[in-house]
Every structure is written in structure tokens, then in C-alpha cells.
């Protein structure tokens, strides 16, 4: 499956019970609901096609064992599912930006001036 399919089944997946918006060149996902639950401010998940395969695939093989029903990348993106709703759930007041580091790294919730550098910052 090509990135470009991924993505599409991701959005097709997450509109299906969440309000979302994507960026026109996709580069990022704002979330304005979760499970029923309104997010004000919304949540900014970073995720483009090319990572969200890139990181699915690293993830095919526990998505395979967890979901066994589905085919190994399906079970990575309902797996991805599961890591959104705990970092949701688990962020701090204020992290409001979600963003997976590295290939095959955690999903993280993060304030947005850590995403630019300064103490702490993601991408130092």
C-alpha cells in the first residue's frame, strides 16, 4: 500500500468519529474532537503521508501480532489508533502537539515551542 493510500485510510478512518482538518500540503492534522471529547484548544497531530507510512511500517509486525485479523499494515494503523488515544489521554495541560520521533519512536505530546528548539526541544 502507498503512502498516499495510508494516509487517505487514516483521514477516512479518523473523520469517522472525530472532527479533523488537514493541512493543504499535508504536513499536519488538527483535531478539534476525540472520541466525543471537544479539544480546545484543538490538537496538532504531525504526521505527513511519507511518515505515517514510514512509521506504519516499522509498526507492521506488532500491528500483525495485536490485530491478526487484518492484514500487518492495517493493524499497524489501528495500533497508531491506540497510541493517539493514549497520548491524548496521558498529555499534560498545555502539550497540545502530538509528534512521533524517529521511524519507529514513540508518539509524543509536546508544547509547540519545544517543536523549534530552546530546552528540551524535540528537535534538539
Known sequence: MRDSDLFAEFIKRLKSDSEVRVNDDKMFVDLFTWEEENLDPPIRLHVSPAILGLHLRKMESAGGEVFPNVEPIIG?????????????????????DLVVVGEDGPLLAVRSNDLHGGPGGIDQ
Open 76 to 96: 499497524a494503523l489501528q495500533l497508531f489508533f491506540v497510541h493517539i488515544m493514549e497520548t491524548i489521554a496521558t498529555r499534560r495541560q498545555g502539550d497540545n
